[in-house]
């Protein structure tokens, strides 16, 4: 049988059907105790204080732009090294994107690219949103240090990066910025099939986070009196969604985040793997210079030679093994063609992307595989 090796893929054991299973049986499928309690394991894991759980990391990265009253008339910088849906968040409440570069070696957002742009800009922007890519953490105190001097407020996109760490510290605690938004699609590091979660450590923006996501509707804060006369009351107190997570997905990611330690430390092994593989060939890899352990999320490798990588790609996917570019630069796309960005490019993130490629990473990816593919690569 030919292989089918994807890029990344869940793993999901006995344990998880068990925590699902349990919640199928009871009396909340929705809007149940089980949320909450995955909301307080991600505040645990993280350290931030608050967490909001959401269908997606789309809608968290939506609901996150609300809460921050970016709208018409701001400006959002964001990385093009990933999914269109970092700098859609944007676009949905009427502000305006653009782009920062990215380092060479990192392939995350460089702070001296934004200490380069910032001083050619004539708009400040008000938001950054930092990609931490593949599960590596942005040099945050940099960047922290950088948007604190023009009072930038920062958003991170931390879809690839839950359990990671920066300086010591969980990626999400939200240490350098107003929120950290986390993605549990299947080919992420935990899953909850479709879901996502803000955390924040401002309360404020926590409430209108959880208020955004269901409908904008309250009941805590009706006056008693009112209460005493319509005791069915609720109020919709602003124009918001349903964006909320189940408690069937709710349970999942319970039962998933207490194996977060173990795919970490997989996906590490993995990455090591391939880099003792690799080393002294001319292939290049993500490194960084600052304290961080990446999630892993993605193994990408740059080739030396762009001409030679539709030729890998093909003999790859030939043999069974689903590698992929990640990523298209977000402005190359034709939306964004379309609006504004005819004619941008940013020279690191081009160079990049004709030389990138995906390996599959995952938990208990069998060594044999990436030796496979290392031999593939190499003759
Ligand atoms: C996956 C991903 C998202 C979107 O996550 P969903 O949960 O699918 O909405 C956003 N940003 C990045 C960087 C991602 O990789």
Redesign the pocket.
Known sequence: MPNNVPYSRQFIDQEDIDSVTAILESDFLTQGPTVELFEESVCITTGAEYAVAMN????A?HVAMLAMDIGPGDLVWTSAN??A??SNCALYVGAEVDFVDIDQRSYTISPEQLEKKLSESLRIPDVLIV?HFGGLSCDMKAIFEICQRHSIRIVE?A??AIGATYQGRAVGSCQYSDVSVF???PV?IITTG???MATTNNQEVANKMRNLRTHGIVRDGILEAKLELEPWLYEQVGLGFNYRLTDVAAALGLSQIKKLPEFIESRNSVAQKYKSLLQGHEIEYQTWEYDSLSSYHLFVILLKNPESRLDKFKRLRSAGFQTTVHYIPIYHHPHYRANGFDRFELDNMENYYSRALSLPCYFNLPEQHINDVVEMLLT
Do not use: M, N, Q, R
Request: no cysteine.
């Open positions: 997606s990391a789309t809608s990265l990933s999914f849906a970092s990609v996109d879809s690839h993605s549990f699609h992420k479709e879901g996502g």
